[in-house]
């Protein structure tokens, strides 16, 4: 019985050989490949095993497709959260220029502005930022960066783009302080522009301005334009002042109470121009009796002919 256990069949000894099947199986491919080439005949068959094939292969594929699929939603995933990141950072980094944009195109169109004053008015100045308001509650002032250094001297009147705004009333060696026309201490004369009638704007210290002097029954409307009259000698002329709001007529006053608002941004923006003095007038010729030598001949004249 142990031999019989060990010993092999006699049918698998009597097999063909290992190499005479090779030859076998080369010769019926190549016959195989030889008739395919030449007449397709196994086109059918190709089609045939690729559709019974195809969904195998395809669910064969699909631990690895999914795999390659979260592994490729999770790098997107995170390149976006990265990038996110970036973005908030580079949106907290831009965030004072971008908010300052707005104010920085309104800051260059009223420089823009003075510019156009600067020339339409034929007057030089320079421009100057206003750093702090005056520490005095009840007074209208604003202190800018231009002082001595630059120039600056007391008397010097300030515009903005639409028209007065104050004057230098004190000069420091870097910076200066200028009054606001609506200050209760600032008198700027004006003319209306409607009639040409002249007179005096007085600031009220609550930012309006008030029109003094005008009689009860002079033509004097809501809505008129108060311009610089230049009488002064430190206003240019023509400069818009204010425009008149109110009016007050009182029989039992001789003048009328006439309320203003000016024009110009008193209580806005940072920026102002000021103005270069103007030039002094000539001084008047003198006589020609005071002149020195020419009364003394006439009047020596007359008194040799008394003599005589």
Excluded: W
Aim: glycine share 8%; charged share 20%.
């Amino acid at each position: 019985m142990a031999g019989i256990d060990h010993a092999p069949p006699p049918f698998f000894k009597r097999g063909p050989a290992p190499l005479a099947l090779l030859t076998f199986y080369i010769a019926v491919s190549l016959a195989i490949f030889v008739v395919d080439l030449r007449f397709k005949s196994l086109e059918l068959l190709r089609q045939s095993i690729a559709l019974v094939v195809d969904p195998v292969q395809r669910a064969a594929q699909t631990p690895g497709s999914l795999v390659d699929y979260v592994d490729r939603y999770l790098n997107g995933f995170r390149q976006l959260q990265q990038e996110n990141n970036e973005l908030k950072h580079n949106q907290l980094t831009t965030a004072p220029n971008l908010q300052r944009l707005a104010h920085l195109e309104a800051e260059n169109e009223r420089l823009r502005k003075l510019l156009a004053v600067k020339e339409r008015e034929k007057a030089s100045g320079q421009v100057a930022h206003i750093m702090y308001t005056a520490r005095d509650p009840f007074s209208r002032k604003v202190i800018v960066d231009k002082g001595q250094q630059a120039g600056i001297v007391a008397g010097q009147p300030a515009i903005d783009e639409a028209g007065i705004v104050g004057q230098v009333t004190r000069v420091f060696p870097f910076s200066a302080e200028v009054t606001l026309i609506t200050d209760k201490d600032q008198v700027v004369p004006v003319q209306i522009v409607r009639n040409g009638q002249r007179s005096v704007v007085f600031g009220l210290g609550n930012g309006q301005l008030e029109l003094r002097y005008i009689p009860a029954n002079a033509d004097v409307q809501e809505g008129d334009m108060l311009v610089t009259s230049g009488l002064d000698g430190i206003y240019l002329p023509g400069f818009p002042v204010a425009k008149v709001i109110k009016i007050e007529r009182d029989s039992a006053y001789s003048f009328a109470r006439i309320f203003c608002a000016p024009v110009a941004g008193v209580e806005n923006f940072g920026e102002l121009m000021i103005l270069d003095p103007r030039q002094t007038l000539p001084p008047p010729p003198p006589d020609a009796s005071a002149r020195p030598g020419s009364g003394d001949k006439p009047t020596g004249g007359k008194r040799s002919r008394k003599g005589l």
